[in-house]
């Protein structure tokens, strides 16, 4: 059988792990995929040629990308140069020329995956993107096929290794969100920019697709709400742990009867459940269905090697499928094309959660009664609360309290009442709580 | 687009349940498969119609199963009678009229398997079987796609939910074997012949089929190394803790060397490893990778709608590409059916572990010596050893070590010789050790 010709954009740390992995397991690869697939054409600008084993072994090397989507003997283009342009141009432009597309880049399919699949679909051709979605972890598969007998209930993952990573050093070490910061960066775990690790705006993009796949909806990047991990203190990692918890940034996906819940944010969930043992950069996603339950999926989330491996698994599909009829193929967002609803994404502020609340007060009575008091006017009710006391010559407690499940709006305005106060110091600190019962 | 018509064999737990996710989530299906997929014709001996819903939307059903995989109007079989014969010679005829079929079937896939994808081959039909492995996890399609681009190293799985439950009740509460397996049996969890789950017979079928799809080799079950979890007793796994270690009851496969591992028994594993940490009836498979590393899929291993979940996602896989061309599918096997090796399963003589062993000797001096003596000289080095102290008026102690790695056959030699000493009462109980390092 004729080999399978790649076109491949990129030879960074991703597109360099491509390269190891296409050529590296080779022969493996040609026994799964029933044909060879073989690199035809690369382009990048600039690539460190000593690093990337297997180069040699790329028919063609150029620095122009628009030359490899379209060269004519191209069967299918990866495209990892990441950002939104020329990724996009590029991507559109192989699709027009009749050719497959695999992508890493989670940031052009949160954005222009509507218009890029509207482009496939019209044309013909796939375009893949396991890589876009927890690094190596085939979760894009799960929900699109292995879970496709399912209603989706909810989705809470672990979808940033450099967030993760940070939050698990504060807790073991007691240490401060910004010295533990600077050490991922040293360590290579965080960029230069921490924004979009740290802010949850890479997060943000992850849940956008999740979300897609598993409720039938068009991607949605804008409506995905989004908090990052940099007002968390060592204290709230330490309280949280009092009352049993830990503090995940995940990222939570859920259809309710109202609508559907895209949110990122630092998350308090019981440490007794599996994914709160989930530790330093790696990523997990738990799904749960009405059939088969909660499942979860585990794995490296970033790096070259693993994100290659979902980008190699995304060119094997395509090749063990390369001759089937384009309206026979498992639809790019799960659900048939024509299938997509528009349920309503919510607003933040109709989002139902319980709450752990931290706040500085004056040390002296009818302080928790008021605070108390607004709480229960406001509908909230209070699971436990814990008074720190203070320390010698201080005149101020803090006060931990965990809520039961109200809608944020309402919370909000429960909380504004409470910063009024003359007796509270300060705004009050708030981590959203998932029970993640299955 | 034609409804995909359905022909059901069984409707007993995992038969009612199909019948359940097929009808209750019809309309989800639909928009995920593209296109209705009906229930035209199912055959039971005897069911309960009062416990399945939905069961009123089957066209026919009948008692006659060979009439089904006969009628010419199905597209799809589902085989879910279980057992070895009618089912082999159900899904070999329904082969042979050209029907794709699913199967829940371990037992067959595990012995019958290599006969029955030929001749799918052979007819260009496909025969899923995710729901044989691990229930509603969708492990086999990660083996088979997922994880495709990479050399996998090693598996190591949960998978038998009744075993893991009594292993964790006897770890939760100190209790022994039988009288746990009592309660699971009262519950439900066990059968009333518990012997396929505890002796490791059920493990024993699933991790065939693992270690074909993972290492492109030919299902040999009658070559897979099975040891039950009934001999483990309540001061093992106390023991076990105190050395930082859980027993799980895995199925491992892996690839060295010399062959390949294929092997069910009570395993030793760090406590700090997710898997360790998967409780009760849960299940769970841990990959080990060259490109991605480790990857973890957990979830319901049994039960109606866990199982029926990965049946219907089997059917909607075969909805899916309905129209395309036999020679451009997804292998069986996850290798293409040419490229199976014949790769040697390796004897359990063979396998290289690390050991906890448990012995009881008279409370003397020099009994330590001659064991540590007679390890030394079968080269097995010792990583830890514990005395327990004797009760009052006992001449006894127990005696626990954990070794480095060792061939079986070297630890065999060496057991015999201690087992011989004098001063040593009884057998030694031996169980191997696994650090499931990523």
Redesign the interface.
Known sequence: MEPVKIGLLGLGTVGG?TV???T??AE???????REIRIAHAAARDYDASRIPGLERIDTIGDDAFAVVDDPDIDIVIELIGGYSPARELVLKAIENGKHVVTANKALIALHGNEIFAAAQAKGVTVAF?AAVA????II??LR???????VEWIAGIINGTGNFILTEMRDKGRAFAEVLAEAQQLGYAEADPTFDVEGIDAAHKLTILGSLAF?IPLQFDKTFTEGISKIEPQDVAYAAEFGYRIKHLGIARRTAAGIELRVHPTLIPQRR?IA??DGVMNAVLVK????????????GAGA??T??????D???IA??????P?????HL???PD?LTDTPVLPIEAVETAYYLRLTALDRSGVMAAIAGILGEEGISIEAIKQKEPGEGDTHVSLIMLTHRVTEGDMNRAMARIEALEAVQGPVARIRMESLEG
Chains 1, 2 share one sequence.
């Open positions: 792990g190891s992995v296409l590296g397991n493996e690869i040609a026994r799964r995929a029933g396991e690094g190596g972890i085939p598969k799960a096929e292995g879970l496709a007998a399912n209603h039938g599996l043992n989930v269905c009405d059939a088969v339950g909660p499942t979860l999926y585990y794995g490296a090697l693993p290659a491996s979902a980008v190699v698994a060119v094997i599909d063990r499928a390369l001759t089937s009829d309206n026979n193929r498992v639809p799960a659900f048939q299938e």
